[in-house]
């Protein structure tokens, strides 16, 4: 068996640690991803996170199944999945309005993503008005998730994961949690020549008390083995909620305002086609999901 | 399937150099700033003067601390007023806001209840309420430079009394750098 090398390990856990670090920076320490957000109002927030929402969901609720064939016997892996969705143009810009007295027409304005933020012209020149700018510089937003499954009982397996990151040096305590069920739909349908099954999955990330984002996905997956390969797909309705409690420092607030929201994830349904090559007790596969996004995912696994 | 493999080698190398790699844009953060010189109260009763006057000091460069590091520019963008405590709201006022003897806006007969919720000097759904270019740009210029300024409020042709507080407050946006 071909160990991954501990300093790959490593490099993959720290992109956890970084991912679940950038909510943890919206969430509370000084840090320009928190100063932009906190001078958002509550409309204007959601567009400019929309797409992050959307993208970390979207990434979450990818790399579950790997091949739909459920059979009856022991069955443990271990996983290393790695995901990213890919960021558009149309993920970079939202419509925002600017404040009283300004012109109440709506812009395109840079999400979190994007680039420079609008200026708007006011009455007099030299008064302007300039959107916030996007702050992050991704054309794709990564995750890499630990993910055990274990069965196979009466066509069943279980998927966990589940990554646990104790308070350190203010960095609040934090969890990443996922939990579902797969089940054999074949074992109902014997003449059918492919692999059918189905699945449910719940995740979520929780950044102290001050943030948090959950998943929850249901699909149907279908796949054909030749020899050592596994072609594999499926179509998967999902849904992903971020939590957001924050400061609003921007025009108008008075006194120190809190605003606490939930920002829905616009990835409801996708269609996933990967491949996936088995040796023994290594496995490797990838695929690529379509939805409202696109996003990408492979994964390493050992074990039966 | 090229495209495929390509955007998978994309996601396993942007996560061995995702740790340490600078994901920040280069456009600085902007801020919301303000600052305001202090609640003016006025209480006129009858007789009541022929005008009344009161000036005050305001420090733009506060303006400032609601950044926490360095602001590379600042860019005002709006001033506002606001009433409260006030047990005449319907007695009306008229005068003007000057900033370093430039006058920024004048008050033609207006209730001080139009001044409940904070309003802008921009503001034209405002019967009574005009801004003046000549102390915009002062203050355009006096913020841009972080000095002190010396704001005026007069109110003159008082017919009734009037019992209430001022705010003034001065917005503007601060261009912090991105490190």
Not at chain 1, 212 to 223: F, R, W
Not at chain 2, 95 to 111: A, E, H, Q, R, Y
Request: glycine share 10%; proline share 5%; aromatic share 8%.
């Amino acid at each position: 068996m071909n160990a991954v090398p501990a300093n790959r390990i490593i490099t993959l856990l720290s992109a956890i640690v970084l991912v679940i670090s950038g909510f943890q920076t919206i969430a509370q320490a000084q840090n320009p991803i928190e100063d932009a957000i906190q001078q958002l109002n509550s409309d204007a927030v959601r567009g400019y996170l929309q797409p992050m929402v959307t993208s970390v969901g979207a990434d979450l609720n990818s790399g579950v199944f790997h091949s739909a064939e459920i059979t009856d016997g022991i069955s443990l892996k271990l996983e290393l999945i790695a995901m990213g969705t890919l960021i558009g143009d149309a993920e970079k810009m939202y419509s925002v309005t600017a404040p009283s007295p300004f012109n109440q027409t709506p812009v395109q304005s840079a999400t979190i993503f994007g680039n420079q933020g609008t200026i708007v012209h006011g009455p007099v020149p030299g008064i302007d008005y300039q959107f916030q700018n996007g702050q992050l510089k991704l054309s794709i937003v990564p995750l890499a998730v630990p993910q055990v499954t274990v069965g196979n009982f009466f066509g069943t397996q279980a998927v966990i994961r589940y990554v646990p990151i104790p308070e350190v040096n203010n960095f609040p305590k934090s969890t990443f949690f996922g939990i579902g069920v797969r089940h054999s739909i074949s074992r109902y349908l014997p003449g059918v020549p492919v692999d059918l099954a189905g699945s449910v999955f719940y995740q979520k990330i929780s950044i102290g008390d001050l943030m948090e984002e959950k998943t929850m996905s249901i699909g149907g997956q279908a796949s054909k083995s030749f020899s050592l390969l596994t072609l594999y797909g499926g179509l998967q309705l999902e849904s992903s909620t971020m939590t957001l409690d924050y400061t609003y420092k921007g025009y108008g607030a008075v006194g120190q305002p809190h605003i606490h929201m939930d920002i829905d994830g616009e990835n409801n349904v996708r269609a996933t086609l990967g491949l996936g090559l088995n040796l023994i007790i290594l496995h490797v596969s990838g695929d690529v999901n379509f939805g409202n996004v696109t996003v990408v995912s492979g994964a390493v696994a050992f074990g039966i | 399937m090229n495209r495929f493999l390509g955007a998978l080698l994309i996601v396993a190398a942007g996560l061995a150099v995702f740790h340490g790699c600078d994901l920040l844009t280069d456009f600085p953060i902007i801020l919301n700033g303000s600052v305001e010189p202090g609640a003016l109260r006025v209480d006129l009763n009858t007789p009541l003067p022929i005008q009344y006057q009161t000036s005050s000091s305001v420090d733009l460069s506060q303006v400032k601390n609601a950044a926490t590091s360095d602001v590379d520019s600042v860019r005002f963008y709006n001033l506002t007023v606001r009433i409260d405590s006030n047990s005449t709201p319907n007695s009306t006022i008229s005068g003007s806001i000057i900033v370093d003897g430039d006058t920024l806006v004048t008050m033609n007969n207006m209730k001080t209840s139009v001044f409940s919720s904070e309003r802008s000097i921009f503001s034209t759904s405002i019967t009574g309420w005009q801004y003046h270019v000549a102390g915009v740009e002062t203050l355009i210029g006096a913020l841009r430079n972080s000095r002190t300024v010396t704001l005026t409020t007069t109110l003159n042709s008082l017919t009734q009394p009037i019992h209430c507080t001022i705010h003034i407050k001065v917005y503007g946006q601060l261009f912090v750098a991105n490190k």
